[in-house]
C-alpha cells in the first residue's frame, strides 16, 4: 500500500498540477490584483505521527488573526467565496503531496491546537499521510459534525485500499461539480473541534 501511494500520489499530482497550470498562473495575479498579498495561505498542520508541517492553499479571506469561526467567515472575500465553492483554493496543496507532507486521499490535516484534544481512537487518523480529500469530503463536507468526521476519518485509516482511494476521487469530482454537502448559508469554516465533551463550540 505504501509503495502504491507514493507513485499514485506523484503521479496524479504531477499530472493535475499540469492540467491545471494555467489556474495556478492565472489565480495568483487575480488574488494580487484584487485582494492583495499575500496570495498563499501558509499554516501549520498535523501530517503523520504528528509530524508538523505547511499546509498551503490560495489565501481566501482578509488579512488578519483568526479569532472564531464566525469572525473568519465575515473575513472571506468575494474572490475567496469563488475559490473556495470551485475549490479552487485547494490546488497549492498538490505541492505538499510532492513534497511527501500529504496524499490525495487522506483525512484532512489538522491544525497543531488538535493534538492534544484527540481521544485515544481520533488520534489514529495520524497513522496515515493527512489527504487532500477523504471519506469526510465525500460525505457531507462542513455540513457533517466532527463526531462523524472522525468516524468517516477512522473508517478510511482501518478499511483503505487502492480501490477506495480510487473511488474517493471520482466522488470528489462528483461533489466538487454538484457543490453537494455546501453549506447553503454560505458557512464555509468548519467550527472548531474542542475536544469529545464540547465539540460543537464555534471556531
Known sequence: MKIYKFFFDKI??????LLFLPIFIV?????????????????????????????????????????????DESRVTKLGNFLRNTSIDELPAFYNVLKGDMSIVGPRPMPLKYLKRFDKKQINRL????????????????MITWEERFKLDIEYVEKRSVFMDVKIIFLTIYVVISRKG??????????????????????
Open 127 to 142: 497513522n496515515v499521510k493527512p489527504g487532500i480529500t477523504g471519506l469526510a469530503q465525500i460525505n457531507g463536507r462542513n
Open 182 to 203: 455546501v453549506n447553503p448559508d454560505k458557512s464555509y469554516i468548519m467550527v472548531e473541534f474542542f475536544g469529545k465533551k464540547n465539540s460543537s463550540n464555534e471556531l
Open 12 to 17: 496524479i499530482s504531477v499530472f493535475l498540477i
Open 27 to 71: 489565480v495568483p495575479f487575480i488574488i494580487l490584483a484584487i485582494d492583495g498579498k499575500p496570495i498563499l495561505f501558509r499554516q501549520k498542520r498535523l501530517g503523520i505521527n504528528g509530524r508538523v508541517f505547511n499546509f498551503y492553499k490560495f489565501r481566501t479571506m482578509l488579512n488578519g488573526k483568526s479569532i472564531s469561526a464566525k469572525h
